[in-house]
């Protein structure tokens, strides 16, 4: 005798439920991860590794590597090319490129400096132009590739030269121009720290946001008849997030504690992180960089998103320039040249972003440009020469390119599995 067809779906479900309710808790969180791992998802792995085997190798060779001081002076660093790196992030998602960022960032220093300092204008002003400027070239970029489809690799190339040379016409024959390092703007780029207790209070946020975002999400599929993740895996990534930022902080407090630039950094990628995950703008950009037909079909401003990438793009590059001047405490020829645009283009791809389009995130730029910065303090405290740094950069960016094509490999593979 058959079995009744009602009975038989009924079995179905039952086993489907049966397979969820074995998914959930830890352990289920724990198969999905290694199951997104082995389809290519590797996500931020690459990266943890790699910072981890850079730790152990520099701290074994000079133990000051990781004493709170270097570490606070690290991130110092990460700050100014990380801004820019997070602007070349939003390009990236959409699988073109900005070679000019380095020159963009040497014109806002040199017109900070001419405006500021050799015209009397108020530090604001000068800011609010130099950002300008930025925009308006990243909005030429967009007209030159959207209205007469200049690839953005030729655009950006021209403007990289044409960039550098109206720096070095405002510097003039002088070549630099100093920043008096008693003004808080200077300040705010060498030696301006957090509080040990602001610092601490502000690690735990990220922790609560994941608690409440992840039960509100929770309630929301479970209202819907849906099952959601279970209470255990959203409180323990919210406790190790917290414990993680915390024991981090705590460390740093012990030299000079977490540098208000850096934060402003991180404040920034949160902010950007939040934009491209969680609004309509976000996903639109990652549907053009995925498949640009497909996203005009579906009704997305494909010009209006082009446009907005390549403004940010140059907007943050002015920006990070800005800052590189108050740290440097001057403007010069010589701001925005040598691996800047190297540092920033490598600190995104590093970090995870596609060179492809459709697949990155803000955090890449984090991750990325704290890898390349470390690697020169580690060599920078070795005594090693600068043509080493580049080697090793150089190869870590092929390791990362190779990572993510084969990434791309193996879910194409799956999908068509």
Known sequence: MSDNP???????????????????????ALRAFRDRVRSGDLGMIPVAVGL????????SLNPVFLRPGNVSNLLYDCATTGIISLGI??????????LSVGSMSGLASAMLGVLWINNGWPLAGAIAVALGLGALVGALYAL?????????????????LALLGLQLYLLGTSGSINLPFGLAFVRFGQNAYMPNWLSVALALAPGAAVLW???RARARRQAAGLTGAALSVVVAKALLLTVGLVAVVLYLAQGRGVPWMFALFVAMVAAMDYAITRTR????????????????????????IYLSAFVLCSTLAALGGLLSAARLGSASQQAGTGDVNLNAIAAAVIGGTS????????????????????????????????????????GV????????????RSRASHGRG
């Open 397 to 408: 960016l092929a390791l990362a390119v190779i990572v993510d094509s084969l990434a791309r």
């Open 144 to 160: 030159l590739y959207n209205r007469v489809g200049m690839p953005s690799f030729v655009a950006t190339l021209a403007g990289l």
């Open 281 to 304: 703008w976000g996903r639109s950009m990652m549907a053009v960089g995925g498949n640009r037909e497909a996203a005009r079909r579906a009704g997305i401003n494909v010009r209006g």
């Open 213 to 215: 975002s992840g039960l």
């Open 355 to 394: 060179l492809f389009g459709g697949r990155g995130s803000a955090y890449s730029a984090l991750l990325g440009i704290i890898v390349i910065q470390a690697i020169s303090n580690g060599l920078t405290l070795l005594n090693l020469s600068s043509s080493l740094r580049y080697m090793i950069l150089g």
């Open 52 to 59: 981890v085997l850079i730790a152990v190798v520099f701290t």
């Open 6 to 28: 009602n009975s038989v779906a009924g079995r179905a479900l039952d086993r489907a439920d049966a397979r969820v309710r074995q998914d959930e808790g830890l352990g289920g």
């Open 89 to 98: 992030v939003c390009v990236l998602l959409l699988g073109e490129i900005d």
